[in-house]
């Protein structure tokens, strides 16, 4: 069972920046994809940033030149820096691992970090 981790959350102004972290423990399997979802009250969660373990990224446009994905494969962590944050970032902030196990792809989710940008 794999179990993810997320600490870095918290309060920050418009302009500021923050990074999170999340630590995967558990099953480890070579073709997987980390990264990191959000949702803000009232909306759907969306897909802010993944990385694969093949190191290909996918961002949401709103985000792209503003955030960065990086992982540590050894340390089974995976980052997320956030620069020149705008209130409309502001959501609970889900860390996700997706992996192969034979033919099933499971997908497994962190419990969230919140995070609050003020104007």
């Known amino acids: 069972q794999v179990q993810l981790v997320e600490s870095g959350g918290g309060l920050v102004q418009a302009g500021g920046s923050l990074r999170l972290s999340c630590v995967a423990s558990g099953s480890s399997f070579s073709i997987n994809a980390m990264g990191w979802y959000r949702q803000a009250p009232g909306k759907q969660r969306e897909l802010v940033a993944t990385?694969?373990?093949?190191?290909?990224?996918n961002y949401l446009n709103s985000v792209k030149g503003r955030f960065t994905i990086s992982r540590n494969s050894a340390k089974n962590t995976v980052y997320l820096e956030m620069n020149s944050l705008k209130p409309g970032d502001t959501a609970v902030y889900y860390c996700?691992?997706?992996?192969?196990?034979?033919?099933?792809?499971?997908?497994?989710w962190g419990q969230g970090t919140q995070v609050t940008v003020s104007s």
């Open positions: 996700y691992k997706g992996l192969l196990d034979g033919t099933a792809w499971r997908e497994y």
């Open positions: 990385m694969t373990s093949g190191g290909t990224t």
